[in-house]
């Protein structure tokens, strides 16, 4: 991490790496779809100018043993990821819906496939991926209206609803590889957002997220034909290559607890009702890298994982509070950075609040903030009080003034009342 005041003039990119750098994650979705054979990821990889799956495991210094380790193991990765792609591409296709959007869409070629079925496509991610994926997919087909990419934060209604017009009705929301990322409070703005988005517009939202929190040490076990030494030895792999390849931590929110009426009877707090749909239906005929009793074997767990179809609660309401755009502002008084911020901190906001810190080059030992006008924070958000919090000396002297209790809230479920309250 640069130190405050080594760069003045960041770039956006930069900022926003810093902010949220899960969107990192989805470089090796592609590289693995595209390594199975899907002629449109093999595409894409070129237009994006990413390297091929395993020709470079690390920015840093590998061991060549690992290097090939993670060589024998890519059946293993392949699988995983060929599944919830093919696996999720099949599903929708079978589906009348004709307005599909896919959240977070990554660096998949799902709208080009898509498209060509007549099918309007609405891909939404991370700034740093929508720029990336928007020229690369417009290079390979050429102008298309019918599909569109857009930067968008699932915690931020606003960024979701904002391409949508009364033309659009009736969407099939898909989420594959998002719901695992978030804190509880994310999770539940994501639930509430997602359902003001269909009461507005109608349709159903399908996510494959919770069957992968379930059973993918299980399909990677069967990938590898259940050898116990390599699959101990994809797990070493795994958590040593983490820094790396996915460079963020899944969050304890309630997806992950092994009870399903209990994550139920949340997303029926929530405002949905919940319909199961195999998933073993929309497997792929075959799979790129395993086959025989390998291949027999992954469709065994297949049997036991779900899409789980969401839909509106007919008798549900709620009303939503107007909130006021994002502002921050900064001055320096003596050697203490004061500032507020207005509004909602998420990854769309939260590089602006970066840049201004990264900007003051007085010498500080204290920060002020006033948020008794900040609607909502989220991870994003909280990275960069982090970071501001660490610039200091003396800890202590970091201050949260006018803390309302809905952030309050957030910042004791995240963990992070240690360092602000």
Request: proline share 4%; glycine share 6%.
């Amino acid at each position: 991490m640069k130190e405050r005041g080594e760069i003045v003039h960041m770039e956006t990119q930069e900022l926003r790496e810093i902010v949220n750098p899960v969107f990192n994650t989805a470089k090796s979705c592609v590289q693995l779809v595209a390594a199975s054979g899907d002629k449109d990821a093999q595409r894409l990889l070129e237009e994006l100018h990413f390297e091929p799956f395993g020709s470079k495991v690390s920015a840093r210094p590998v061991p060549q043993e690992m290097v090939e380790r993670v060589k024998r193991l890519f059946p293993a990765y392949s699988v995983l990821v060929e599944s919830r792609f093919q696996t999720m591409n099949r599903m929708i296709e079978s589906r009348k819906e004709s307005q599909i959007v896919d959240l977070p869409c990554g660096y998949t070629s799902r709208g080009i496939r898509l498209s060509r079925e007549g099918r309007i496509y609405f891909g939404f991610d991370l700034p740093a991926v929508i720029d990336a994926i928007r020229p690369a997919v417009e290079h390979i087909i050429g102008k298309n209206d019918r599909i569109t990419y857009h930067a968008a934060d699932a915690t931020n209604y606003d960024s979701l609803e904002s391409p949508f017009s009364e033309a659009n009705r009736n969407f099939l929301i898909t989420t594959e590889g998002l719901l695992m990322y978030f804190s509880q409070p994310e999770l539940e703005e994501v639930f509430r957002n997602i359902r003001r988005l269909l009461k507005k517009f109608g349709g159903s939202w399908m996510t494959a997220d919770r069957a992968y929190f379930l059973h993918d040490s299980e399909v990677i076990s069967a990938s590898l034909n259940h050898d116990a030494e390599m699959t101990a030895m994809f797990e070493a792999v795994t958590s040593k290559a983490a820094g790396s390849t996915a460079d963020v931590k899944l969050n304890d929110n309630v997806f992950f607890d092994p009870d399903d009426e209990k994550v139920k009877s949340f997303i029926s707090r929530m405002g949905f009702d919940v319909k199961e749909i195999p998933m073993v239906d929309y497997l792929p005929e075959t799979f790129g890298f395993v086959s025989g009793d390998a291949d027999g074997a992954v469709r065994e767990v297949f049997r036991k994982m779900f899409f789980w179809e969401l839909t509106v609660k007919e008798e549900s309401s709620e009303s939503f509070v107007e909130e006021k755009p994002f502002s921050v502002s900064m001055s320096v008084s003596g050697t203490t950075l004061k500032g507020s911020i207005t509004g909602r901190m998420d990854t769309l906001t939260a590089p602006e609040l970066l840049k201004k810190f990264q900007e003051v080059t007085d010498p500080i030992d204290a920060i002020e903030m006033d948020v008794s006008d900040m609607a909502y924070i989220s991870s994003a958000g909280l990275r960069v009080l982090l970071i501001m919090y660490k610039s200091l000396r003396d800890k202590s002297k970091f201050k949260l003034n006018g803390v309302r209790k809905e952030i309050q809230e957030i910042l004791e479920t995240t963990g992070f009342d240690q360092f602000f309250l």
